[in-house]
């Protein structure tokens, strides 16, 4: 296989003058998270966790914010960021949807909810609608083989899912309306 090298030695960060890592985020970095772990780099997900919750990706520039926090070179800080598929390095839509791809739901066909999903979006799976409005993405096993295919929609998991209920969870989600088809997670609260 060959090696794919990044041109990550001459990106070019964007900036903006504000930081991204506030001093709120720092102080619950410091207070809730610091003190679980031996060295600081302990708390370089919690802290990406956190930038990608408030900005919805992580920009270069706020990488750099979190390496120099926690004393960690900006490639150490862009080598985590970029292992894990669930952070989201350029600017993604307003709404994810992820179908998972992993070995049961692959058995389950989740070739079918992706189609679905490209098919009303029209968009391939990696892109984001011209609105801005929705991406989609595949991810690893989402923890729930035993209720396979499932997908999230934000923050909603969706089981069993089949080419209908998926298409009418993202009908709903386009409409505005909150995506309650199938079983999601928020409906077992
Ligand atoms: S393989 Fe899809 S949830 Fe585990």
Redesign the pocket.
Known sequence: MAWIAKQSGTATVERRPEPYLTDSMKTELTERYLPRFETKQGALIPALHMIQHAYTWIPLQAMEEVGAFLELKPSEVIDCASFYEEFHLRPRGEHMIAV?R????EFCDHKAITDVCREKLGIEVGETTDDGKFSLVELE?????GS?P?ALIDEDLHEMLTPATIGAAIDEAMSGKRAAVGVSTSDLS
Do not use: E, K
């Open positions: 998972c992993s070995i049961a739901c096993c989402l923890g729930s083989c396979a499932v």
